[in-house]
């Protein structure tokens, strides 16, 4: 009886609203702290060469420039998780995003067979010509990426829809788990030695491929069956692009905010030595901030993925109450850990020293920018949750504004601070967390503006709705009027007739 009575708590447990987020969300948390991990074994895979200065060099431009195609392109799993609900919707997106990933690995051949590439790498990044020919070459070995990453994403945005969260963190696990085999295999092959470019690009396509095909494996055994064949919600190539491209447009302005402030920063800095400086400064503290609040952009797919049924309208869908309480908990959490960790300085001068591996003098200038960076934490768990709203009820034209007011403001302050004396380090920070909260606070003000316009809107139909049942009642007391005068006539021409 009490062993029962036991279980039947552990099941009610193991299927509360709030565990069910948690494991859903928790291996997509674990998944984004240890991509960094991959990308250090990338890097340190070239390192063993004889001229690793020119190849790490290489395939760091070409890497970061195949990256950011990567992140815009990946906002098709956005789409995949809100609009796909039958299989003639699934094959029309499909050739969408096979369409976008070949015009990528179009332009990346053009960059590394033509002088388009040699301007952009040579005469804008100031490289040496062995340098330029290298990059040109990781540019036309890397061009497939992003198509298979896209396909890969695409498909992991209706697995997350049908909640399947624990399987797509599986397999971004796995490619982790497959670059590190791959390199530890590559690295004892004559490839070291003739070619030492293609030992991080094997690897990187080890990864992805084995990403690919075990969502590709999971998603024809649990989500294909499960789609059905006549047209659910008609969906055209126009309604796609409207729904992807304000997202698209955001993860640009996003993915350019870092490169854009070290860029300012530098040209701003008094000298050269200041502006190499403040360069290390943030690279230092870029990552190590980013890991403590980075993980809560995971909270955009939760709400599209709970707030819907899924495919087959079998999912429990959670109240928008439980998944706000669920994001302020998480928020709270991310908090607690940045304030714990960056705003005791022997704390965050302890973790530069021994696990950055920056010098103590690198690690004092790096104390504020942390401290800084700790509040990024409130930005990022406000914008994450309302911008999956929005994406749910298919209104991510109005998360586009967001990013040009984050642009705007970043460059704003980064020619309005240097007057109030403010340089370096400090002040490319500073910047960016206030391009944050301006972010955040658009999309606040952008969802505030839409759940306005639905109470209106059903308030509206109400009194519609009140206003015909009003009105088909006085029609029928008319009706009835008008039938008891007939009737009253007719009753008075017989008692006529009779008489």
Known sequence: MYKDTLRDHLSKLWTNDYVLLTKFIA????????????????????A???DAV??????GLAYVFVKFFVGVLDEMKQVGLVLVQDKVAYRKVLLYSSFQGICVAIFLVLLAKTQIGVWAIKDLHETSTIVTELTRSAFLYLSVYPLIDLI?????????QDHHGFIVGCASLADIIGQVIAIAVLLYTPLV???????????????????????????????????????VVPITIWKVTTFASPLMFTMTIQRISRPLVNLLVARLAPSKCAATEALAVLTATYPLGHIVYGWLNELRPIIPAFGQAGIDKSNRV?????????????????????????WIPAVSISILEYVVGVSYKLALQSVIPLKMFAFLCFAVGIRAPLSGWLTLHKQTKLIAPSGAVRVATCLTLL????????????????????????????????????????????????????????CSLVKDDIDKENNNDLSAIVTNHKNNLSD
């Open 27 to 46: 291996p997509l948390i674990f998944t984004n702290l240890v991509v960094d991990i991959g990308e250090q074994f990338l890097n340190r895979s070239v």
């Open 48 to 50: 063993r060469s004889a």
């Open 54 to 59: 020119n190849v790490l060099a290489s395939f």
């Open 152 to 160: 890969a994403w695409y498909h992991g945005g209706i697995l997350l």
């Open 193 to 231: 030695c003739v070619n030492p470019i293609v030992v991080p690009i094997l690897a990187s396509y080890a990864g992805v491929v084995l990403r690919l095909v075990i969502i590709l494996v999971a998603f024809f055994r649990t989500i294909f069956p499960k789609m059905r064949k006549e047209v």
């Open 318 to 342: 959670i109240s928008g109450a439980k998944m706000g309480i669920f994001s302020f908990v998480l928020t709270a959490v991310s908090a607690l850990i940045c304030f714990s960790t960056f």
């Open 415 to 470: 020619f309005t601070l240097p007057y109030l004396g403010l340089s370096g380090a400090s002040m490319g920070v500073l910047a960016l967390v206030f391009s944050f909260f301006t972010e955040s606070i658009t999309v606040v003000v952008a969802a505030s503006i839409y759940a306005f316009w639905v109470v209106c809107k059903a308030r509206r139909s109400k009194l519609l709705r009140r206003n015909e049942i009003e």
